[in-house]
């Protein structure tokens, strides 16, 4: 159905929010057709053998996940979840009041698999707020790269029973020197790992820690092709988010299958 009615506007419109909208209206109405998640979870299963990763001591089933800007709510994780990601990554979340929205709708309708929360600001109090409904944090430094604020963060972590790990996402644009300097601070200060945005960082990354940092690559991924190079790079887990808005949810599958593939 998508492929059918969506996937022709999705590719004809260059903004990329705007067709980001139209793909996120289909989910929310396929969502609540009677019997539409166990429908679109027999339909994208995407469970094969031998792609299981455990990746910051939690085990995903695939290395597929869904990259933060799509549900920028927390409206429609499992939706999305259902159409064979292993994990969701819901926001980014500017302040506390917009996840505490979100938090509300995940008290409501709990996560059926991983879930993670893309924080940008008010991080420190974003962060305890979500910490019990969330299994994983991405602190999201793109327009501010200050790894001060991870100082707060780590330190409110052991006040907590359990461990969540906290990943740090840098822009596209960072210089070498100061990705060395993210590097360095994760390796010294228990940040679990780094999510990139570029092949050549992930490679870098990867060179660097001596792939004791697992990386998640958020680089446009739009093609199988495309998803291979960056666990190739070094990527532990890879994120999709205008790939499937363009090419629909037939791409999950389409990775998983060309991943399988070039194992055997």
Known sequence: MYSFLIRPLTKRIKDNDRASAIALRYFKFEGKIPGGRFVSRIIHG?????????????????????????????????????????????????????IRRAIAKIQQDPQNDILAACISGDHLRSFCLAYDFCDFFVI???????????????????????????????AENTPLDAQDDVIDYCLLNSVDGIEARSVEQIRHISSRSKGRLPVIANCHIKTPVQAAEALDAGASLIEVRMGLVREGPRLVGKILKHLANKAK
């Open 140 to 170: 999201d430094i793109s327009d501010n790269p200050d790894m001060d604020i991870f100082d707060e963060i780590l330190d409110a972590r052991l006040s907590y029973e359990s461990y969540k790990p906290v990943v740090v996402k840098i």
């Open 46 to 98: 995407n469970r094969p053998v031998g792609l299981e990763k455990e990746v910051f001591g939690l085990d995903f089933y695939n290395p597929v996940g869904l990259g933060a800007g799509l549900d920028v709510a927390g409206e429609l994780y499992n939706d999305l979840n259902d159409l064979g990601f292993s994990f969701v990554e819901i926001g980014p979340f500017a302040d506390f009041k917009a």
